[in-house]
């Protein structure tokens, strides 16, 4: 059976985890909770880490089944598992840290090679460093690749960017990026920041208590107003797109969606045809009744309001329908009533903000 399935049951004196997830077996699956919901403990269950009831499979190896007393101990487990800061060893270079991961699987069972982990990772010029000269990303992504080197059959991230700064942060997401698309192994990627799960996540898992609460696409939860995502700052709508555009002297990018065209600013040029996934925060979309003449905003779409939910005190979250695309909007209150907002509404959504996410 291809995908992961854990089925985890924990009993601390107060904290219990019981879920039962299945999983796609490639892409990047986040959990993604408050703290202390269970997130490093499902990890640590599938590792082997933690003891628990239950059944582990990933791609069709049962790794534990206590209903069948089997127990594989995290060391006969091919996984590769990345912590909040990098466990380097201090007197390898980075070549011979990444040569201690290659060692941890015979020949025969080594789908990645040494090559290409240096590549996935950006690496080159870094093979010969001793682990004291490199900076915390770079650090981070050396243990990335070692932990890729092991050829795992899964790869389990803990919240692998929460060390670092903003810069930093910046630096090492190109090629967690990068990972996502080049990788055929699946990887559970904690977290609790919604960008990194917007830009990284093919699916999404939402814990609470232990429990799961919803899982599904990042697009469709974070679009949904009884979650958390579409409340507080980083509330978002990803809307998957195909470049129809790309004028390198504006550097303005053109793709379209159900809902129609959307035009932002990327130095990168992108092939036309391309599929990007875009986020666009509730905070950059504003509505108008009539579509506004001699606007610099760019992006001017026709939408349909679904929903008018009350959010933080004055403000009023707006879901809105382009196309069959969920948009959201955060607008004052003053202005829902001010232009008598209504659900079943068509309405114009001034889109001021768009991102690439990838
Ligand atoms: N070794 C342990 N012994 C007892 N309780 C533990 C242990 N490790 C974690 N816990 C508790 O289990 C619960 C789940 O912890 P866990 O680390 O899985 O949460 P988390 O979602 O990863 O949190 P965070 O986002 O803060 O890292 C918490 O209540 C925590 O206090």
């Known amino acids: 059976m291809s995908g992961i399935h854990a089925r985890l049951l924990v009993s601390r004196p107060d904290f219990t985890l019981d879920v039962d997830l299945r999983l796609p077996g490639t892409g990047v699956t986040a959990l993604f909770g408050p703290s202390g919901c269970g997130k490093t403990t499902c990890l640590r269950a ?4 933690e003891r628990t009831e239950g059944r582990v499979q990933v791609n069709g190896e049962t790794w534990q089944d206590s209903a069948a007393g089997q127990w594989l101990p995290t060391h006969r487990r091919a996984l590769g598992y990345v912590f909040q800061e990098a466990s380097l060893f201090p007197h390898l270079d980075v070549r011979r840290n990444m040569e201690y991961g290659l060692r941890r699987q015979p020949p025969a069972r080594r789908h990645v090679s040494l090559e ?25 992504r050396v243990a990335i690749a070692r932990a890729l080197a092991a050829s795992p059959r899964v790869l389990l991230m803990d919240e692998p960017l929460a060390a670092l700064d903003a810069a930093r942060k910046a630096e090492v997401m190109p090629y967690l990026e ?81 809902g129609g065209l959307l035009r932002l600013v990327s130095s990168r ?49 707006v879901r809105l329908d382009a196309g069959g695309t ?3 909007a955060r607008i004052t209150r003053h202005s829902c009533t001010e232009l008598a907002l209504a659900e079943g509404q068509t309405v114009w959504a001034q889109v001021k903000g768009v991102a690439l996410v990838d």
């Open 46 to 49: 599938v590792a082997g880490l």
């Open 116 to 140: 290409q982990a240096v590549e996935l990772l950006g690496l080159g010029a870094l093979l010969s460093r001793m682990p004291h000269t490199l900076s915390g990303g770079e650090r981070q």
């Open 178 to 258: 990068r990972l996502q698309r080049g990788l055929d192994i699946p990887v559970l990627y904690v977290s609790h920041s919604p960008d990194e799960v917007a830009r990284l996540a093919s699916h999404l898992v939402l814990l609470e208590n232990g429990r799961v609460v919803e899982q599904g696409t990042p697009a469709t939860l974070m679009a949904r107003l009884d979650l958390p995502f579409a409340h507080g700052d980083a509330a978002a709508a990803l809307v998957e797109a195909r470049v129809t555009a790309h004028d390198a002297r504006d550097h303005l990018l053109t793709a379209q969606f159900g």
């Open 269 to 317: 040029a992108r092939a036309v045809g391309e599929r990007v996934r875009l986020r666009i925060p509730a905070r950059d979309v504003s509505i108008a009744l009539a579509q506004a003449q001699g606007s610099s905003i760019l992006n001017l779409l026709p939408a349909r309001i679904t929903t008018l939910a009350d959010d933080s005190p004055g403000q009023v979250l």
């Open 326 to 328: 969920v948009l959201l």
